[in-house]
Every structure is written in C-alpha cells, then in structure tokens.
C-alpha cells in the first residue's frame, strides 16, 4: 500500500513540475526602476522571433534570431504598466508557427539590491565621520599630523612678500564637478586670506568658467573677511582657456614674464603636471603641489618643494582651519581606511578558503 | 627651489641632445619591431569579439595637443571597427574633439571607403558636463543627442533606431587625455549598466588608469601612449604613424638612461669632491 | 540668506543624489533625471560666462597698456578671428550665417575655421604637449640619483621600465628561452606596471576615495563652507 501511495505521489508531483514548465513566460526585472522585462522561453527549436503589442494590440517584432541563451531583456519601458508578449517559433517541417503568449508588468523597487554593499560601506562610513564630528562638537580634541606642503604656505607667501613679486595658484584642469577642484578651493580660500593680509597679489588662471564663478567668489569673500575689499582685483582671477594645453600655455607664460615667488598646483592634473612643475623649477619659486591622481604624483614630486599626497588634499580645510569638526572628520577617514583593509583581509582569506560569496556580494556593486 | 645657471646650461643641453636623437629617426626610420602586450590584445579582442553591425562609442576626449599619442590609436581603432562592420558613434566630451574625430574618420575612410554617414558613422557632437551627460546616456541617449551635427534629428538617423540607451551600445572606446574620459567613462557606463568600456590614454597617465583593468574588467585592456598604438597597429596589420614614430620613442628613452646614467656620474664625482 | 541658500541647495541636492543612487523608485528616478538635465544646461551657458570673462580681462589689460600688452592683443585678436569665422562659415558639417562658403573653400581647401584649426592651432597645441618630452628627460636626469637603498631601487625600477617600453629593450632579452620569458624586459616592466604599480595606485585611490566621501560629507552637511568662500 505504502509503495502503491509512493509511485501515486511521485507521478503527481513529476505532472506538476511538467505542467509548471511553461514554454514562454515574462518576468520584471527585480531590484530595478521599473523599466525592463525578461523575457524567458523553453524551446528546442534553433531560432525564434519576439513580439511586444502596442498600446493598440498590434504586434510589433523586437527579436528576430537565435533562441540561445534562452533569455531576452526588453528596457526602456515604462515603470508600472501591463506589456504583452508573443513568441513565434517556426516549424520547418509543417511550414506553420507555435505562438506563445506571456504578459508582465513592470514593477519600481524601493532599492537597488545590487548596491547593498554599497550602501552599507556608505553608511558605516559616513556614520563614522558624523559620530567622529560630534564627539569634536563635544569638545573631544583629535591630533594631526604635520602635513608640510600645508605648513609651508606661510613660508611662500613670506617669501611672496618680501621678493614683491605675486603667487600663483592653479586649482587643476577639472571642472567644478571634480571633488579635487573643490578641495583645491578650499586650500584658495585660505591662501587668498593670507595673501590680502600681506598684500600680496594672488593670481588664479581657471580652465572652466564655472570654477572662475567660484574662485571669485572665494578669494573676493576672504578680501573682505581681512577688512580688504579695496584691495581685491577681479582680473587677477581669469579664465584662460578650455584647451588642456593652451591653459598650460597661458600658464608657462605667466610663470616667466610674471616670476612668481610661490606656485601651488592644486586639483586634478594630468599629462601637463611636469610641463608646469618644470617650468616653474626652471624660474626658481617655491612649488607646492597637491592631486588625488596617483600616476602625476611622481612628476610632482621630481619638480616642486612640497607635494600634498592623494588624502592630504582633502585634509587641507581641516588642518589649516584647526576647526575641531573638520578634524573630527578626518578621524572618520582613518575609520574607513581601518574597514578597508580589514575588508580587503576578509576578501583574500574568504577567496583562499573558498568562500566566493563574500567577493561575489561585493562585486554586486559593480 | 633655487637654480643656479649652470643648472639651466645643462637643461638645454639635455634638450639639444634630445631633439637631435628624436629627429634623427625620423628622417632615417630604423624599423625596430614591436612585441603586444596583454593589456592591447584585450583592446584588441573586445573589438574584434563584437558582432557585426553592433551600435559602439569612440568618444574623442582629447585635444590637438595629445594628438601624437592618441590620433593613431584612434585611427587603427576605427579602422579595426569598420574592418568589423560596426557602426560607429562619435561623441566628444572636450569641445575640440569632433574636429580630432573629422580627422581620424578622413585617414580611415581611405582603407575603408564604402563607410557613409549615418549607416555606418555618425557625428553627434559635442557633450558639455562630462560625467552628467554620460549618465543621462544611460537613461535616454535621445534626450543627450536630440540630433546630429549637420541637424538630423536622432530617430531619423538609421544606424542609430535601435539605440535608446547606453545598454544598447556595444562598447565605449573613450580616447583620453584628462578630464572628463576614460575614469567618468568607466564609472557612469561600466559600473552602472554594464557597458563594456575600453579606451586609450597618453604615456604620462596610463599607470593611473591601470589598476581599472582588473578581474571585473572594469576596463578592457588599456592601450597606453604611442607604443601601445603601434602595437595596435601591429595587430591589424597596418603600418601607421605610431609604427613610423616608435623608432623615435625608443631612441629618447634610451637617451633619457643615458642622461640618468651621466646624472649619477656627476652626483658621484661632487660627493667625492666633497669627501676630499 | 546669501550663504544659507547654497548651503540648502548644497544639502538638498547631495542628499538627492545620494538617496537616488540607491532607491530607483519615483520621485528619486525623475528628479535625479531633472538635476542632471539642469547640470547640464548650465554648464551649456558657464561656457558664455569663460568667454566674456577673457574678453573683458584681455580688453583691460590692453586698456591699461599694461607690460605684455601685446600678446594679449594677440589673443583677444585671435579669439575674435576664430569666433567671427566660425559664426559666418560654420565648422565641418556645420553651416554658417554666409552658408558653407564653397569659394572660400575652393582656394583654402576647407572651410577658414577648419582652415586655421588644422593649421595654426592644431601644431601650436601639440608643440606645448612635446615640451613634455623635454621635461621628462631633464627631470629623470636630475631624480634618478642613487643616494640610498630606496633610490637604488627606484632607478633599477626606471631602467627596466624605459627599457621595456621600447622596441630596443624587448631585442635586447628576446635571447631569453621561453621557458624564463618572464625575465624578457618587456615582460617585466609589464609586471612591474600590472603589479606594484598598481598597488601602490590603488592604495593612493583607496585612501583618495575616502577622502572624497569625507569631503563630500563636509560640504553636503555645511561644516566646510570655504569653497564659498566662508569659513562661518
């Protein structure tokens, strides 16, 4: 009897399974804004053709080919709206057609699960910058080291003053967009206020009209925070070109017909870093550079006195501020740099071991 | 940092020398061979893997001035795309590339001149906002590209009425010399809709742009200065500028050891000097 | 009102764009849609802003007489030459006010903007990038000097490098068997390029990158308002 039960229940459940093998079936795509549809079909045939209907019903081709890989995504869709499918699978033998049909709608979802781990490094991240930044607000005291591209400011702007001749100051060939620009303003803005305390001409060539708008700004807000509004010269900050070159041009000129004493190259560079670093080795000022781009870093260092390393540009506001929430902040960038190599760690002994599942869900976020 | 003159005597001569061993193989080509390496037989394969007829991006992110180094990779790359009958779009996210790509399409229209425009190559102008506007491609390329540089609106372009988005384009080829390229490339078309993302860059910034060439192929291969492009040429079996320059290139980096080798020389007498 | 607005603008739109990167949901998918649009317009129009700001800072210059004057006599002379061609003849495919002028382009043998791009501005720019050369040479001769352990490490590194990046130095090792091509020169600089240089690049973009979300923390949240000019 209980065999008997046995072969009765296994045919069941092998009709079930055959009969939930369905040969065309459309599914949203999961963990997306909604707007695209895998279509999936079961089918030994070689080729096939994929219908969508229109909003009138009629059919219109999307895919004409192989049936492999057995899988086709239709994007571009609009999110929360029913689509129709047909698949057509020819038979060569009775000149005739299958048709199958299959509908679906496309679903938004509340995130991206791809990102998970994206999200999560965000978030223990900024967590711990913010945490770190209120203990600083609480009157928590944090050290920094000594950066000295930073500390030698004041050294090239006494130098500056007493030659009588100006500083020059390049905030990098990327736009506003570029985090380094807006790093490298920051640094201005604190030279500019020390700049116009001593009277010293500060000049800033700028590659993009947005970062002349903004250097403006910057150096004319720190005239008037030393009670020097007088004092500051709008076309000492000037756009000279988009051209990658030609600004270096323009840039080399003012180096020689202007000498200046000091020369900060701060921001994004490129393949122009040793072109300007030398140039101005070649006049004989103090240069003092500082990028996040790694492969100029070497030219950088060959040619100027004092070179701010990846992070350290970044660091700038906080170290010549002293602001205690500034520094704050940077205790949560060491924070990250503690979970980035303790993540790193995991990922080689869990790749070593066999355990592909801890890299597989960070890839995720690619 | 203080120069004294003989320091500034040295650099110009360093410069004489210089110019005079990179022209001189100009004028009289030694023919030395170049080896490929890895990372532009991956540039290579990702071309020459995708089926014909498929949508690509050459993205001109450069200007005249890196011309030397980036015109003939983008020239045997074009060549190598049409060669696959893949329909090329040029975009540019530096205003002067179009005019490098009008270039670069004229040289290779005389190995290839059955191309037209519009079926085969189309120029879409230039993007201003860099990264922003690679990300709006994303989401709908119409609303970047409303039309082509002569005015004909996106849809009424053939080559392009399958194309709505950069999913849709089979890989992006991004020449760059700086901002905004290769980095942005990768980041808004690679890592947010999976578009394959390869491209070429100038000596100087190649090591940057290395550790993108990974496991996740965030990169397909790299191609790096002017070596890599005549290795490229190579590749496609054709000799190009790149070929012709290399002679040039070889003798000034045997030169620039030279000039290390004297540099120490002069160091180890002036530290004897001051020993005695 | 003056700072506070930016800095609402700053939090608002940074926390947009945050949120968007990881909920696909509507509103975040069409707002994000609409900053990209208007960054975009912007940045259309910033162009203007370059331009009349080289205009009135050469035209001052040249006003004041001031020491130099003449080159920037040169460039604004240049700029107009460039824009007024432009505009009356259009560029490549493009037409202008006067059309396409099919004359002009029968004696100069493209249009006059074309013309002088290839001609005048185009070898101009690629002189200054072949400084580069120049530069590199007397660079390396002044930073390859052996003083200690490091420096000795860093100039055998470069002399593999130089060496593998030519045609020269891949003939000089091809006698290496295939079975040690690893030792050939253009392999190892390969390796030197694919291994510890990568490395040390992605350590540098790694603690670079962190730098960036703590910045970009700083000024969505209003502790650094310098790039606005206020420290307050």
Redesign the interface.
């Known amino acids: 009897m209980k065999a008997l039960l046995l072969v009765i229940g296994l045919s069941l459940f092998s009709l079930c399974l055959f009969a939930s093998q369905q040969a065309f079936w459309v599914q949203d795509v999961p963990w997306d804004e909604g707007k695209a549809l895998t279509l999936n079909w079961h089918t030994a045939a070689d080729s096939i053709q994929l219908q969508k209907a229109d909003s009138l019903g009629v059919w219109e081709t999307i895919y004409i080919g192989s049936s492999q890989p057995p899988i086709y995504t239709d994007s571009d869709l609009t999110p929360g709206t029913n689509y129709a499918y047909r698949l057509i699978i020819p038979q060569k033998a009775t000149a005739d057609s299958l048709f199958y049909t299959a509908e679906a709608k496309t679903l938004e979802q509340w995130i991206y699960m791809n990102k998970l781990s994206y999200l999560l490094i965000l978030l223990v991240i900024s967590g711990a910058i913010m945490y770190y930044v209120q203990s600083a607000r609480m009157g928590k005291d944090y050290f920094i080291r000594r950066i000295g591209g930073l500390d030698s400011m004041e050294e090239a702007i006494g130098r500056a003053t007493e030659k009588g001749k100006p500083i020059l100051f390049v905030p990098g060939i990327g736009d506003l967009d570029d985090i380094q620009t807006i790093a490298s303003l920051t640094i201005l803005s604190h030279l500019a206020q020390r700049s116009a305390e001593y009277d010293t001409k500060l000049i800033v060539p700028c590659r993009f009209s947005m970062v002349l708008s903004a250097a403006r700004e910057v150096v004319k807000e720190a005239y008037l925070r030393v009670g020097k509004p007088d004092a500051y010269k709008e076309d000492n900050i000037f756009y000279l070109s988009d051209d990658q070159f030609g600004y270096v041009a323009g840039i080399d000129g003012i180096m020689v017909r202007e000498q200046p004493a000091a020369n900060f190259f701060l921001g994004s560079f490129y393949a122009e870093s040793l072109i300007l670093a030398e140039t101005g080795y070649s006049t004989g000022a103090i240069q003092t550079s500082g990028t996040a781009q790694a492969s100029q870093l070497p030219f950088f260092v060959v040619s100027c006195d004092y070179t701010l390393i990846g992070e350290e540009l970044f660091a700038a506001s906080a170290y010549l501020s002293r602001d205690p929430q500034q520094l704050g902040s940077l205790k949560g960038h060491d924070f990250g740099k503690l979970l980035v190599i303790i993540l790193i760690l995991t990922g080689v002994i869990t790749e070593i071991i066999g355990w592909h599942w801890f890299k597989a869900f960070f890839e995720g976020a690619q | 940092m203080s120069v004294v003159n003989s320091s500034q005597t040295e650099r110009r001569i360093v410069f004489l020398i210089l110019l005079v061993a990179v022209a001189l193989p100009l004028i009289f080509p030694i023919g030395w061979k170049t080896g490929v390496t890895n990372y532009t037989k991956m540039v290579w394969e990702l071309v020459e893997s995708t089926p014909d007829s498929s949508v690509v991006i050459f993205s001109f992110d450069y200007d005249p001035s890196t011309m030397t180094e980036l015109q003939p990779m983008a020239e045997a790359m074009l060549d190598h795309a049409f060669s696959r009958h893949q329909k090329v779009l040029v975009t540019a996210l530096w205003p002067q590339g179009m005019q490098m790509a009008d270039q670069a399409i004229k040289v290779v229209k005389a190995y290839h001149p059955d191309i037209t425009y519009g079926q085969d190559y189309v120029f879409m102008g230039y993007k201003v906002a860099g990264i922003v506007a690679i990300q709006a491609m994303g989401k709908d390329m119409e609303q970047v590209f409303p039309a082509d540089q002569s005015g004909t609106k996106y849809k009424d372009i053939p080559m392009l009425r399958e194309v709505k988005t950069l999913k849709d384009v089979a890989y992006v080829n991004s020449l760059s010399s700086g901002t905004p390229g290769i980095k942005e490339w990768v980041m808004a078309a690679r890592d947010v809709y999976h578009t394959p993302v390869t491209g070429g860059t100038t000596a100087v910034s190649a090591p940057g742009l290395i550790p993108y060439v990974n496991s996740q192929k965030q990169l397909y291969g790299l191609l790096g200065g002017l070596k890599a492009a005549s290795e490229y040429e190579t590749l496609i079996n054709r000799v190009g500028s790149a070929t012709v320059k290399m002679d040039a290139q070889s003798v000034a980096h045997l030169l620039i050891l030279l000039f290390i080798a004297a540099g120490n020389i002069k160091a180890l007498r002036a530290r004897k000097r001051r020993a005695s | 009102m003056k700072r506070n607005l930016p800095l609402f603008f700053a939090f608002f739109c940074g926390i947009l764009v945050?949120v968007s990167?990881?909920?696909?949901?509507?509103p975040f998918?069409m707002l994000i849609?609409t900053l990209?649009?208007w960054?975009?317009i912007?940045?259309?129009f910033?162009?203007?802003?370059?331009?009349i700001?080289?205009f009135?800072?050469n035209l001052?210059?040249i006003k004041q007489k001031e020491?130099?004057w003449i080159?920037y006599l040169a460039g604004l002379l240049s700029f107009c030459l460039m824009l007024i061609v432009g505009l009356l003849w259009g560029?490549?495919?493009?037409g202008g006010i006067f059309g396409h002028g099919l004359k002009l382009q029968a004696s100069l043998g493209a249009k006059p903007f074309?013309y002088l791009?290839?001609f005048a501005?185009?070898p101009?720019?690629?002189t200054?990038?072949?400084?580069?050369?120049?530069?590199?040479?007397?660079?390396?001769?002044?930073?390859?000097?052996?003083?200690s352990f490091e420096s000795n490490l860093l100039?055998i590194t470069?002399?593999i490098v130089?060496?593998g990046?030519?045609?020269?130095?891949?003939?000089l090792t091809a006698w290496v068997p295939e079975s040690y091509k690893f030792w050939q020169l253009?392999n190892l600089s390969?390796f030197i390029?694919?291994f510890p240089?990568?490395a040390?690049?992605?350590a540098?973009?790694?603690?670079?990158a962190?730098?960036?979300?703590?910045?970009?923390?700083?000024?969505i949240?209003g502790?650094?308002r310098?790039?606005?000019?206020?420290?307050k």
């Open positions: 945050i990167e990881f909920i696909p949901h509507r998918s849609d990209q649009n960054f975009m912007i940045s259309g910033a162009i203007i802003l370059g331009q700001s080289l009135q800072s001052s210059k020491s130099g080159f560029t490549q495919e493009t074309d791009f290839d501005y185009m101009l720019s690629a200054m990038f072949s400084l580069l050369a120049f530069f590199i040479a007397s660079a390396a001769y002044r930073a390859f000097i052996i003083r100039m470069a002399v130089i060496l990046r030519t045609s020269f130095g891949g003939m253009p390969d390029m694919e240089n990568s040390a690049q992605r540098i973009m790694i603690s670079a962190l730098g960036i979300i703590g910045s970009s923390l700083r000024i949240l502790i650094e310098s790039y606005l000019g206020s420290d």
